[in-house]
Each structure stands twice: as C-alpha cells, then as structure tokens.
C-alpha cells in the first residue's frame, strides 16, 4: 500500500469519528479553500520562506536565521480544532 492510499484510509476512518455537524464546516472550510485558489498562492517544495520570529512553547522569541545556522529547519503549521 502506497502513501496515497494510507491517508485515503486514514481520511476515511477519521471521517467516521467526526460528528456530523463538525464534518460539515470542515467541508465548507475545504471548499472556501479551493475557490480562493490557496494552492496557487502557496509556497512549494524548494521556495525560499522570509526570515521570521516566534514564541516557542516557552514564550521565548527564536528566529529562523538562528535556527537555520543550526542545520535543516521543518515548520509545522497545526491548526487546531475546527
């Protein structure tokens, strides 16, 4: 099984567990998503991000610069609830 097909799967089960009312913002969310053309308008594999500042999870203000001088940096956007 490819990776495609385990988050299909994942997808699907998680579909399963969310309420209805919630699955249906979720939807209009994803739809409001996809008529403002947000992936035309999205950084890509390879595209340079501006330099930036950030409270970590202790408040603290860290920048990008100082952590690209320490190798690789990922940056994780989590959402949270809808």
Not at 38 to 57: M, T, V, Y
Not at 58 to 82: H, M
């Amino acid at each position: 099984m490819g990776l495609q097909d385990e988050l299909n799967t994942l997808k699907e089960q998680s579909m399963k567990m969310i309420p209805k009312e919630d699955a249906i913002i979720m939807a209009d969310a994803m739809e409001e998503l996809q008529r403002a053309d947000i992936l035309d308008h999205s950084k890509r594999k390879g595209d340079l991000a501006p330099d930036f500042e950030l409270p970590n999870a202790k408040g603290e203000a860290v920048s990008s610069k100082a952590l690209l001088s320490k190798g690789p940096v990922i940056i994780n956007f989590y959402r949270g609830n809808w």
